[in-house]
């Protein structure tokens, strides 16, 4: 079994800082950007800005960085079931108009 | 591991399913991310509707985002990842056996999270008063294709409103932790009660990560930082 | 004959460790819980069946001389809703796997006893919900709440029954966590992943299900509830909402919920059929990786209830080609059961029976949907008696069965007693006969074109409604008689033995009922599961 140092690695209070610190930071880039025109970018720019701010918490805040094979595997399962609800519905949104129906 | 009845100190944080403390702080652990991400596909569905309807109503969405206040949004973005350096700290201060540090930081996290509630309030309360709200008598000032606009406001109050939910139900469990660790029920041998409310803490925060682009930031361009 | 009180009077076990309803209603033993579960979920079963009674008395003349067509779809809606969400999906998991799991690998408990408690008060508070709907006028949307009928036009209670089933859903996320918990962190040493029960395996895959599907329906009855009392505009397309969207959200759960109904009798069947062959299961590594390829693919097909919803042509396209190859791992499971079965020394006893009755209907149930996978066939035959015949015979034919099958593989290890090997038999053979009789017929109702969920129908449709009408009652006699023969044993059956059936996996190597804390020592596991070399002459009981 793992021992107990393993169990509660105690991450060192500059790397919290330092997420921190990146956290406001982008925060403030992600609402400048939005106001610069980037067209269809702009979602695609605001998303990227979150999934990194989300990613770093996971990582250093939360630990995961620090904890074990089936944690990760746990927080990478939920993503992924996550983007399978939203992209699959999505392209069944995104094609309704491809095909023509005879007579419309 | 030779057969036998599994010989351990009993410390009194062992429940006498487990055959030791590291086994019960893992399951813990695993057994919280499980949960946290029924959280990630419970408010999964409420993104998709968002998307769904911001991909088919576009004009509507930028302009009802335009209403809603940037700079308070910002703010309280500041304010919730302020609370996730304290809850983290707490839980540093936790693993030191510090207990007057411990209490500390969840009491600021608290204030933190009390902050946030706050503005929010502020803004629904701000939404009321300039007919923001889906039903008889809403009204969007001056919003393209307003005809469509209930429909974000719906997803703002929809989303906001669980997102709010969720920080109550953290505060509750927030301040039964402050109590029980002034109590000194934590030591730096076993805090699995703070560890795990900073995981549900963080998930929080990260919901509201993705919130504040999502509608407060859906084309600024035209109003700028405002 | 033993003269000498029952021994599971006076040797301590499980039941007799403490007394009084407190240590029943604050247990925190997952044998106890598996039990308060076996109650209720028999309870909601029940209620159901009455439901179905209605249905099949309605259907055996083509007017509406029974019910008025809105009693009709209260009827059907309260039909569908209780036989899903309170007696499929929390079946075999809440009781079996409950009681089984921590002692097949070799744990004194699930890892949060309390979590587990928890979901049972969860389970009957949201049943109470769903009673109080049936009790002041029911709802008529159907188990599929589809919108905007059940948003905006129903005259039911469809706020307080999408809060019974959301708050039903979390009981389903807590079991399905407590048991991934505890499959990865608490097998006893020397049991590795591939020393596993098959059983186990097909509890992992069904948690895992769980733990991802369940949230999404309950969000989406939220917002139903939402839509219904706030009047938001989610799904009403006079609010600019779109109900295909609903749809999405809704069967995004409520396909892959099918799998959490069928993948633990799977898991039943793979044990009874090694036990009563003496074989080990063929093809293991295949039988398990096909649970967790049948919990994968299973959250990928669900657009194959959307086909004439307005979906996409092309997402319809790609949904068909998926739900024909999410059809593979279970007849992958099929064909291995069948070659355990070959040159094994295959004994007919009850378990047996259900097993084998399994394997033939849920082949003809997973083949039938097949033909619904089809994109062009599902435009003749959807929402027809096709659909119902189709699920129907996966869900009793399958899902039932193999609850049968492990409640009376199981009823000796947990309650210490046999029960009666002619009446169980006799049971298995009308459930058999009377669930063909009655489902077979809907079938060929359905290609003929008479539509699901009316009350009438064209006279022509009459014969085969009779049918079903007369196998549905010799089905609800085979489905009674276990009630009484099996509560019966309690007080008069033989005592059971430690191993009856002659079994493998370490719940048959403790005493029948077990101990509270399951092993008076925590087993060690040295050897490969299914290890029949050990076994002594099966004792024959009976």
Known sequence: ????????????????????????????????????????????????IAIFKASIVILFFMHVKYGTRLTKMIVLAGIYWLILLLFIVMADLWTRTWMGVPGR | MASQIVQHEHSSTLKHHFASDAQQLDAATIGMWLFLVTEIMFFGGLFLAYFAYRQAYPAAF???????????????????????????????AASLGKRTLLVLFLILTLLLGGAFLGVKAYEYHDKWVHHEIPGAHFECEGCEDAGHAPLFFSLYFGMTGLHATHMLVGFVLL????????????????????????????????????????????????TGLK | MITAPPPEKTTPNYLNHQHGLKSWLLTGDHKRIGILYLISVTMFFALGGLFAALIRLELTTPAGDLLESNQYNKVFTMHGVLMVFFFLIPSIPATLGNFLIPMMIGAKDLAFPKINLLSWYIYVLGGIFTLYVLLTGGIDTGWTFYTPFSTSYSNGYVIAAGLGIFINGFSSILTGLNFIVTIHRMRAPGLTWFRLPLFVWAHYATAAIMILGTPVVAVTLFLVVLERGFHIGFFDPAYGGDPVLFQHLFWFYSHPAVYIMVLPSMGVVSEVISTFSSKKPFGYTFIAFSSVAIAV?????????????GQSIYAGLVFSVLSYIVAIPSAVKVFNWAATMYKGQVRLETPMLYSLGFIGLFTIGGLTGLFLASFGMNVHLTDTYFVVAHFHYTMVGGALLGYLSGIHFWWPKIFGRMYSQVWSKVS???????????????????????PRRYHVYPPEFQVFNVLSSAGASVLALGLLLPAIYLTWSLKYGEVASANPWGATGLEWQTSSPPIAENFEVTPVVTTEAYDYSTQQEVVHVG
């Open chain 1, 1 to 48: 079994m793992s021992d107990h140092n393993e169990q509660h690695h105690i991450v060192p209070v500059p790397v919290y800082i330092a997420v921190f610190l990146t956290l406001i930071a982008m925060t403030w880039v992600t609402a400048w950007v939005s106001t610069v025109d980037l067209g269809h970018l702009n979602i695609f720019v605001a998303l990227s």
């Open chain 2, 62 to 92: 930028a302009s009802a985002s335009n209403k809603t206040n940037l700079w308070l949004g910002a703010a309280n973005t500041t304010v919730l990842i302020c609370s996730s350096l304290t809850m983290a700290l707490a839980v540093h």
């Open chain 2, 175 to 222: 301040v039964i932790i402050i109590v029980q660790a002034a109590r000194g029920k934590f030591t730096a041998k076993w805090y699995t009660p703070v560890e795990m409310f900073g995981l549900y803490w963080h998930f929080v925060d990260i919901v509201w990560i993705f919130l504040f682009p999502l509608l407060y930031l859906i084309d600024r361009s035209h």
């Open chain 3, 297 to 309: 693919f299973g959250f990928l097909v669900w657009g194959h209830h959307l086909f004439v919803a």
């Open chain 3, 428 to 450: 298995a053979a009308l459930v058999f006969v009377g669930f063909n009789l009655t489902f077979f017929p809907q079938f060929l109702l359905g290609y003929m074109g008479m």
